[in-house]
């Protein structure tokens, strides 16, 4: 069983930034897939990034390409999402999935809110 834990939300002003952290336990987190998700009120969850094991292959949403990056950090099992030009169509609940030997592992969700 992966736990996986995410951090880092807020409440940030249109144009704004903010990282996102999320912990997955487990030895072998350098096998992980691992990617960030959003549900926003009324809507469905959607992808946002996905980062591969080996970090080779990187996958944005179109509407974040260019303003979120996504990163990890083996060595403390972590996964990042770096949120720059935030708009308000990104407040969202913002989840971290991690997939492990074809199961998938998600956080409780951290909530983000972009308003002035």
């Known amino acids: 069983q992966v736990q996986v834990v995410e951090s880092g939300g807020g409440l940030v002003q249109p144009g704004g930034s903010l990282r996102l952290s999320c912990v997955a336990s487990?030895?072998?987190?350098?096998?992980?897939?691992m990617s960030w998700y959003r549900q926003a009120p009324g809507k469905e969850r959607e992808l946002v990034a996905t980062i591969t094991s080996t970090s080779g292959n990187l996958d944005y949403a179109d509407s974040v390409k260019g303003r979120f990056t996504i990163s990890r950090d083996n060595t403390k099992n972590t996964v990042y999402l770096q949120m720059n030009s935030l708009k308000p169509e990104d407040t969202a609940v913002y989840y971290c999935?991690?997939?492990?030997?074809?199961?998938?592992?998600w956080g409780q969700g951290t909530q983000v809110t972009i308003s002035s």
């Open positions: 999935k991690a997939r492990h030997r074809w199961s998938d592992y």
């Open positions: 487990g030895r072998t987190f350098s096998s992980y897939r």
